[in-house]
């Protein structure tokens, strides 16, 4: 177990190094210390997105954060959960493949409405919050 988190960190390590969008970008489940607000690439994908042009805005998501390391993921994963982009915030988290991202993958921003309505209909909030999470990575 502990020899998989060293090879995991070291991969990580050389991905940075590697990386031919970014240099580093420390994680950031709380703060966010990398501009991804200046990436032009990203901002571009997003307009694709947001024109609902999928077809070509799903390849473009891909080749972007392909080579991304899972440190780089995460910030992504924050900054788009920041400006409340929750399908490629928790897209990005998956893509980390490590557990860190868990408030990315599961956002809880209809928590208030879900568990108000939860009681009134006797349904566990955890099954609506989880079928939300779905319905929004597909």
Same mark, same amino acid.
């Given at each position: 177990?502990?020899?998989?988190?060293?090879?995991?960190?070291?991969? =990580?390590?050389?991905?940075?190094?590697?990386?031919?969008?970014?240099?580093? @970008?420390?994680?950031?489940? #709380? #703060?966010?210390?990398?501009?991804? @607000?200046?990436? *032009?690439?990203?901002? *571009?994908?997003?307009?694709?997105?947001?024109? %609902?042009?999928?077809? +070509? @805005?799903?390849?473009?998501?891909? $080749? $972007?954060? #392909? =080579?991304?390391?899972?440190?780089?993921?995460?910030?992504?994963?924050?900054?788009? !959960?920041?400006?409340? +982009?929750? =399908?490629?915030?928790?897209?990005?988290?998956?893509? !980390? %493949?490590?557990?860190?991202?868990?408030?990315?993958?599961?956002?809880?921003?209809?928590? =208030?409405?879900?568990?108000? @309505?939860? #009681?009134?209909?006797?349904?566990?909030?955890?099954?609506?919050?989880?079928?939300?999470?779905?319905?929004?990575?597909?």
């Amino acid at each position: 177990m502990a020899i998989s988190l060293v090879l995991r960190e070291k991969k =990580d390590k050389e991905h940075m190094i590697t990386n031919r969008f970014f240099s580093s @970008a420390k994680p950031a489940l #709380k #703060k966010n210390n990398f501009s991804w @607000a200046k990436n *032009d690439h990203l901002k *571009d994908i997003l307009k694709l997105f947001k024109s %609902q042009t999928f077809s +070509i @805005a799903l390849p473009e998501w891909r $080749f $972007f954060i #392909k =080579d991304f390391s899972t440190h780089e993921l995460l910030s992504l994963a924050s900054y788009l !959960s920041d400006i409340k +982009i929750y =399908d490629r915030s928790i897209s990005a988290a998956i893509y !980390s %493949q490590t557990n860190l991202g868990f408030e990315f993958r599961y956002p809880l921003i209809y928590k =208030d409405a879900v568990i108000k @309505a939860c #009681k009134e209909n006797n349904v566990p909030p955890w099954l609506v919050m989880g079928l939300i999470q779905t319905r929004v990575t597909i």
